[in-house]
């Protein structure tokens, strides 16, 4: 799981993202309860979550994320009411993913409201889901339906992280290692 995490969540380890997503094949549920027990024990003290969204046989949907970051995300002015009329009717975080992991396990049609729980802007995902995915302005870790200059600065500094931690793993650096702790500001 080291390697999924440096090459799918460099970004949110290096807090300039909140969340990543990734899939992850298992080969048994207690495997995988082990290992997302074990890594959430070892990244809690550096503001770091680890959740399982959703579980297929064999492989799961992993969600990274910053509790912090996405409590500030969610105070941007528009976000809880955005969730709130996609079925999210508290805005406690916790609350939040398990609500977002529901709707992962049970829903036909994907909650594309996911992106607020990646850290993307608002208003590329309302533009996502008003446009049904059509009519951005450009593309890279998202569909931006405004302020495509930020989003391309953006999505070159996740690239670029992703670059440097993937070599830095590569040379021997632990994900506890990589992980920076925005409490104490390492």
């Not at 916790?94 to 977002?100: A, D, K, Q, S, T």
């Amino acid at each position: 799981m080291e390697r999924y995490l440096v090459e799918h969540c460099a970004p949110t380890l290096a807090s300039i993202k909140t969340g990543n997503l990734f899939s992850y094949v298992y080969s048994s549920l207690k495997e995988l309860n082990t290992y997302i027990e074990a890594w959430n024990q070892c990244m809690k003290s550096k503001g770091v979550s680890i959740r399982a969204l959703r579980v297929r046989e064999h492989t799961a949907l992993i969600y990274v994320y910053r509790k912090s970051f996405l409590e500030r995300d969610l105070e941007q002015p528009g976000a809880v009411n955005f969730l709130h009329d996609r079925g999210y009717e508290y805005t406690d975080v916790e609350f939040l993913v398990e609500r977002l992991k529901e709707r992962l396990e049970h829903n036909h049609e994907f909650p594309h409201e996911i992106g607020l729980f990646l850290g993307y802007p608002l208003g590329d995902v309302i533009g996502f889901v008003e446009n049904s995915g059509r009519n951005c302005i450009c593309s890279g870790c998202w569909k931006v339906y405004q302020n495509a200059a930020e989003a391309i600065r953006t999505f070159q500094r996740f690239k670029k992280c992703k670059e440097v931690y993937v070599r830095l793993w590569s040379e021997g650096k632990s994900v506890w290692q990589l992980t920076v702790d925005v409490e104490a500001g390492a």
